[in-house]
């Protein structure tokens, strides 16, 4: 058996029943071949064994209507570090620590209400994603390469951002900060309102607010998340859509638009206010929109 068929055959052994429609792919073995060439290219120092990456992918695809569009679409060498990082390859956490995390430092300043050291969210995200929990696989082998492995990271820095500052009490105050801020103009009679309708009403405005997101196309859905949660620049997200960073400042605005229109016909189905009081509370989910986004976009699917 050639090498090449050996590693087709390695790979298609490793396919879950229902991801059985990628043995049929066209010149399966010259695409692995390339994928190991692509890989080691990108990271010569991370000496990952053929059959463990190849074992890696297979276990990790879904089905997929055009297989062999998703094979070629995937990030192999973002998944072959990975895959090298979980089998505690030193050479490949040297590679992280090098390319990778050095990065995510600037996630953190888009994290509300501050009050972060930096290096120690990242010893954090290290500790999480690089270190088995008994016998576990390391948590950065959760990775499935649907999209950049450092888009993947942002989210998990963000995330652990912000479960460091909730268990601190500082998500809290930057919430109220951010309230503070958003509602700077409104008379301190207002203000009082405005606080007694957060407080009576903040799960309801959270719900209302998930439900609207939930009904974004995918589209929507993702840029937003792209922009607001993993802070990739507008002319980033214009690259991978092939568009003008015009119209993606353009989609964002709108998207936001509605989110909030969204949220405010939840919340006037489900609570049955007056006129005045929905617009006082809609001043409250508008004020509190990037944080509740930031939240909401971050927790699991």
């Given at each position: 058996?050639?090498?090449?068929?050996?590693?087709?055959?390695?790979?298609?052994?490793?396919?879950?029943?229902?991801?059985?429609?990628?043995?049929?792919?066209?010149?399966?073995?010259?695409?692995?071949?390339?994928?190991?060439?692509i890989a080691r290219q990108?990271?010569?120092?991370?000496?990952?064994?053929?059959?463990?990456?190849?074992r890696h992918v297979?276990?990790?695809?879904?089905?997929?209507?055009?297989?062999?569009?998703?094979?070629?679409?995937?990030p192999v060498a973002d998944l072959y570090l990975a895959c090298a990082c979980a089998k505690g390859l030193p050479t490949a956490h040297a590679a992280l620590e090098r390319q990778l995390l050095p990065r995510m430092a600037s996630a953190l300043t888009r994290v509300r209400g501050g009050g972060l050291d930096t290096a120690e969210v990242l010893q954090q995200l290290r500790?999480?994603?690089?270190?088995?929990?008994?016998?576990?696989?390391?948590?950065?082998?959760?990775?499935?390469?649907?999209?950049?492995?450092?888009?993947?990271?942002?989210?998990?820095?963000?995330?652990?951002?912000?479960?460091?500052?909730?268990?601190e009490g500082r998500r809290a105050r930057a919430e109220e900060d951010a309230e503070a801020e958003g509602s700077a103009w409104v008379e301190r009679g207002a203000d009082v309102e405005l606080d007694y309708l957060r407080r009576r009403h903040q799960q309801d405005f959270r719900e209302a607010l998930a439900g609207a997101l939930a009904s974004l196309s995918p589209r929507e859905r993702t840029v937003l998340r792209l922009h607001v949660v993993e802070g990739v620049s507008l002319e980033?997200?214009?690259?991978?859509?092939?568009?003008?960073?015009?119209?993606?400042?353009?989609?964002?605005?709108?998207?936001?638009?509605?989110?909030?229109?969204?949220?405010?016909?939840?919340?006037?189905?489900?609570?049955?206010?007056?006129?005045?009081?929905?617009?006082?509370?809609?001043?409250?989910?508008?004020?509190?929109?990037?944080?509740?986004?930031?939240?909401?976009?971050?927790?699991?699917?």
């Open positions: 058996m050639s090498k090449q068929s050996s590693r087709s055959h390695l790979f298609l052994q490793h396919l879950s029943p229902q991801a059985r429609c990628y043995a049929e792919v066209p010149g399966l073995e010259a695409l692995l071949d390339a994928w190991l060439s990108a990271w010569p120092d991370v000496m990952l064994p053929e059959e463990d990456f190849l297979a276990t990790r695809l879904n089905p997929s209507n055009e297989p062999a569009v998703t094979l070629a679409a995937l500790q999480r994603l690089l270190v088995p929990q008994g016998d576990t696989e390391p948590r950065i082998a959760e990775y499935q390469g649907t999209g950049p492995l450092a888009a993947w990271l942002r989210a998990a820095v963000v995330r652990m951002a912000l479960n460091l500052q909730r268990a980033r997200i214009g690259a991978m859509y092939q568009t003008h960073k015009s119209t993606v400042s353009r989609w964002i605005s709108q998207t936001r638009r509605t989110v909030l229109e969204g949220a405010r016909e939840r919340l006037a189905e489900r609570l049955q206010l007056s006129a005045d009081e929905l617009r006082s509370l809609m001043r409250v989910v508008h004020s509190q929109l990037d944080v509740s986004l930031l939240g909401l976009l971050n927790e699991p699917g």
